[in-house]
């Protein structure tokens, strides 16, 4: 072995040590409530295609005609080649969905964080995060350099003592701006950001709010636009994020704002700039899907997505906001959770072990997903199986 390779398994047998250790599984079926793993049959509580859309007859019928119409590939980023007809359409559907101005799509959700976060935040910025937001959004306040400053989860008292610290810091340099960026459905536990008091602090203070609605677009508020529309603050959010690759089961991330920002970003946000525009399918697929989810079929996937949350909430899960479709167990010792996924997986349940770093050290959990395709049968499998493992 080289030097350079035994240097990294000393790496590898380090993470093992400390049951950090992780390694793919081989996935030969399509992403739904059974999975095909290796060879054999498992259901599937792993998926964030919560309303079933990855394999929806009309979203693969809208990628398979874009393919047909214009090939596989965007050629290059779209300011040098690739600003095609499938991504511009997308756009117009998602500003008007999200009721904004304008909107912009990039290749993934953490390109579209990245690129935001340091378009907008530079050196004498001052960035406010939430404790648990996604790692995407930590990278771009690292990579933005801007001085960072944490609130305790959900905690607006919390933010408010530092949004009047960093309203002090302003006194020496006014033109420093702060920008606050939170999740609204939390992707690991499944909770809700205060949203209302989120945005009545930042006007307060003068800042700047992004919100990253990952796993609450397509599911939540009365036309499915998010829970910013649930908590009817959406036109006083400077920039709302989406992600494409979940509830709307294709790929990529979205930016919904002012006609102003989206110009912004198209000339600012690097991750936009110089990356290859996402495929023409995958474009066409997204917008499917939200044309589906605006429909009365979306509704009756979501009635039946909600009905299943309910099953297992009845059944015993009791972390997570009421209608969050991401159901937390939490069990703590890293170990604790592989041992207790692996008798799962024993009998044939996939559920992710979810440790550090995707959450902190000794809060490690199983993570429940549902989607509106289980069964209730599924569902019923599932919480005895895992009665009996507990
Ligand atoms: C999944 C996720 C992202 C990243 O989106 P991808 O499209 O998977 O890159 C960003 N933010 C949150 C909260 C997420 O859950």
């Known amino acids: 072995m080289s030097a350079f390779d035994s ?41 964030n295609d919560y309303l079933g859309l990855a394999t929806h007859p009309q979203v693969k019928q809208a990628a398979l005609a874009a393919t047909e119409q214009y090939g596989t590939g965007a050629g290059a980023s779209r300011l040098i080649s690739g600003s095609m007809h499938a991504h511009h ?29 340091t378009a907008l935040a530079a050196k004498d910025d001052i960035l406010v995060l939430d404790k ?16 960072l400053r944490i609130f305790h989860h959900n905690d607006a008292n919390d933010l408010e ?22 999740e609204s459905l939390f992707s690991m536990d499944g909770d ?21 609605e990952a796993h609450a677009t397509a599911l939540f508020g009365p036309n499915r636009r998010g829970l910013a529309e649930e908590f009817g603050v959406s036109e006083r959010i400077e920039v709302q994020m989406g992600t494409l690759g979940k509830a709307l089961g294709s790929a ?28 023409p399918a995958v474009s066409a697929a997204a ?23 309910e099953r297992l909430r009845t059944g015993g899960f009791r972390e997570g906001a009421a209608g969050s479709p991401i159901l937390p167990l939490k069990v703590g010792p890293e170990e604790k959770a592989l041992e207790l996924a692996a008798r799962l997986r024993d009998h044939r349940i996939f559920v992710p072990a979810i440790r550090f770093p995707t959450v902190p050290r ?24 895992l009665k009996a493992s507990v």
Request: no cysteine; hydrophobic share 45%; charged share 25%.
């Open 7 to 47: 240097e990294l398994s000393r790496r590898l047998r380090e993470l093992e040590d400390q049951t950090l250790l992780r390694r793919l599984r081989r996935v030969s079926s399509p992403q739904q409530p059974h999975l095909a793993i290796e060879g054999q049959d498992f259901l599937n509580f792993s998926s």
């Open 89 to 117: 359409a997308l756009e117009d559907a998602l500003a008007s969905f999200k009721r904004t101005e304008g909107a912009l799509v990039f290749s993934t959700g953490y390109a579209a964080a990245l690129g935001t976060i």
């Open 132 to 147: 648990l937001v996604h790692a995407s959004i930590v990278d771009a306040a690292r990579l933005s350099g801007a001085t």
């Open 161 to 182: 003592r530092i949004l009047r610290w960093a309203d002090e810091q302003r006194g020496k340099s006014p033109a420093a701006k702060i920008l606050v960026v939170t």
């Open 192 to 212: 809700i950001a205060p949203l209302r008091e989120i945005v009545e602090l930042k006007e307060r203070f003068g800042a700047w709010l992004m919100v990253d």
């Open 252 to 279: 990529g991330g979205f930016i919904a704002g002012s006609r102003t920002l989206i110009d912004y970003l198209v000339n600012k946000a690097r991750s936009f700039i110089f990356s290859t525009a996402p495929p």
């Open 287 to 309: 917008q499917a899907a939200l044309e589906l989810v605006q429909s009365a079929a979306g509704a009756q996937l979501l009635e039946q997505l909600r009905a299943n949350i």
């Open 362 to 385: 000794g809060k490690a959990r199983l993570r429940f997903t549902v989607s509106s395709a289980h069964t209730a049968g599924d569902i019923e499998r599932a919480l005895e199986v």
